[in-house]
């Protein structure tokens, strides 16, 4: 068939099995808006208008993120491609498979400084798996399937196609194609999957630290099953949490600045850490040259660029996780190891000096929530204390159940998130945990709830300042508040009246939960701002710069 460029890129769409786009319009891509029209009036694609294409981007991202899918976003050239910058960077950061596609001026105005134009290719090269700049409409197709192939081949991430206008109106002969397979990963030497059991089966203080990467390769059972034959107790990273459930009796929690102390204590105090699908992150290894100092450390990751770049690995196997932990079960001998169990429970009984400011607070806010709306429920986050209280407090016991942005720590990525992952999972419910600082980014984005119908309850942690800043400021500027603070002027009953939503704002625990009664009672969506002493704080914390095993508790 010869069609426009436009359609031929809706085809391959199609193809990859895309039936979601989230996006908003503009000059430069208007073709291809056009072209869409006919798809959505057939149902055979949704499209997902948002307020800002920033939050279209972190809705592509929440979309890929709570499926597993590639999530699709749209923007026009310019300021339009811009603004998908911050979204794209937090799905290149946290390995989330989306493919963008920008409008751009005509190739013949390419260079020239035209209306809207913007070097996006330049601009996104160093956050993008990929880019492509077409300038001919027979590149279009392939360039669609290449990039669906690139974001969910080895380990995941954000690909850019920029499309000039002209492309899109210009026709070529589309040939229909079935999808790219994903490129195929080699497997685990056989040698080193016998090397790592042996560690494992000699070894007394072994701790499994799981990250993302179990996640994205689908190797939850996986890790627990080796986990409970062998009987290792297992950190895992923020963006892990839920791949090992945090009711087992072997769930060490989160690990790092903000972890558990049996976490951290358990990691200073291996002999053996086997970090799977893990990059090292600063906020969980503190001081690089204290980190699991007594330990022999095997790393293994799909990407090899990971191998040896924070932390010096004594061994490492470079594939997908779930091809080695399937490989290596059957060579981990049973074991039961009573004393190192027992040592580590030790770390967990440890007297603590944990302490929340007087009355309302996240102790009693995140139980309440979670004794409302159940195991099932996904839930988004935004970035700053909220954040970590949620990954302390929610007893997430299964994958793809957080959705947050944990290497780029991008404020106001949560509603948009949270949009997508109630998108891709319409049977399930989806809240968001924000602060203020975050929420007052993005929230006009409760249009989008609001227009698509979405019940996505919105629970804010109101203090009125820049928590997480504050906290710094406090603990290591010398209690020097400096633009921290935020004017107590945001009305949130009636924010989310105005956007047809149910909203409250309470005080205890007793308001919390009528709230929760009545917004789910209501059946749409909902902010729920709950206010918290602007002293409240997040322990343990781990002082920039020092070992994880010295956390501060007050």
Not at 272 to 291: E, I, K, N, Q, Y
Not at 301 to 312: L, Y
Request: aromatic share 6%.
């Amino acid at each position: 068939m010869r069609l426009s460029g436009a359609k031929i890129i809706m085809e391959c769409l199609l193809e990859q099995g895309t039936d979601t786009i989230f996006g908003f319009p503009g000059g430069q891509i208007m073709p291809l808006y056009d072209a869409l029209y006919d798809y959505t009036a057939s149902g055979r694609i949704r499209h997902i208008l948002t307020c800002h294409e920033q939050g279209a981007t972190h809705a592509a991202d929440g979309f890929a993120r709570a499926s597993g899918r590639v999530g699709v976003c749209f923007a026009t050239s310019g300021p339009g491609a811009t603004n998908t910058v911050t979204g794209i960077a937090t799905a290149y950061m946290d390995s989330s498979p989306i493919v963008v596609i920008t409008g751009q001026v005509p190739v013949s105005l390419i260079g020239r400084d035209s209306f809207q134009e913007v070097d996006i290719v330049g601009i996104t090269l160093p956050i993008t798996k990929h880019s492509f700049l077409c300038k001919d409409v027979n590149e279009l197709a392939a360039a669609v399937r290449h990039a669906f192939r690139i974001a969910k081949s080895g380990r995941p991430g954000p690909v850019l196609i920029d499309v000039p206008k002209n492309l899109m109106t210009e026709t070529a002969i589309y040939k229909p194609m079935a999808p790219l397979p994903a490129e195929v990963v080699a497997p685990p030497p056989a040698d080193r999957i016998k090397l790592l059991a042996r560690h494992l089966n000699e070894a007394k203080r072994p701790v499994l630290c799981a990250g993302g990467g179990v996640v994205v390769s689908d190797a939850s059972a996986l890790l627990t099953e080796l986990a409970e034959k062998a009987q290792i107790p297992v950190a895992t990273t923020l963006m892990c949490l839920g791949a090992f459930d945090r009711n087992n009796p072997l769930s060490l929690g989160m690990v790092g600045m903000h972890g558990e102390r049996d976490a951290n204590m358990a990691v200073h105090n291996a002999d053996l850490l086997v970090a799977l699908g893990m990059r090292f992150s600063d906020r969980v290894t503190g001081d690089l040259r204290r980190f699991a100092k007594g330990a022999t450390v095997v790393h293994v990751d799909i990407d090899r660029s990971e191998i040896d770049k924070n932390v010096t690995s004594d061994e490492h196997i470079l594939c997908d996780v779930r091809d080695a932990l399937a490989r290596l079960l059957p060579l981990v001998k049973a074991n039961k190891r009573r004393a190192w169990n027992e040592s580590v429970r030790a770390y967990r009984r440890a007297p603590s000096a944990n302490r929340e400011a007087e009355g309302f607070g996240p102790s009693q806010i995140f139980p309440i929530v979670y004794e409302a709306l159940g195991d099932e429920t996904i839930v988004a986050t935004d970035v700053g204390q909220h954040q970590m209280w949620t990954a302390q407090k929610w007893p997430f016991s299964k994958p793809r159940r957080l959705i947050t942005s944990g290497g780029l720590g991008t404020m106001g990525f949560g509603l948009g998130a949270a949009i997508g992952a109630q998108i891709a999972n319409p049977g399930k419910r989806v809240i968001l945990f924000t602060g203020d600082g975050s929420f007052r980014m993005n929230c006009a984005e409760l249009m989008t709830v609001s227009a698509q119908g979405l019940p996505i309850l919105v629970f804010v942690l109101k203090n009125n300042t820049l928590g997480m800043v504050r906290q710094w400021q406090k603990l290591f500027y010398d209690r020097r508040f400096s633009a921290t603070d935020l004017p107590d002027v945001l009305n949130y009953e009636g924010l989310a009246a105005s956007f047809g939503l149910f909203g409250r704002q309470v005080a205890d625990a007793d308001g919390l939960r009528d709230a929760i009664r009545e917004a789910l009672a209501s059946g749409r969506g909902a902010v729920i701002a709950c206010e918290l002493s602007i002293d409240e704080n997040v322990w343990p914390i781990v002082p920039p710069g020092d070992a994880i095993n010295n956390q501060l508790t007050e």
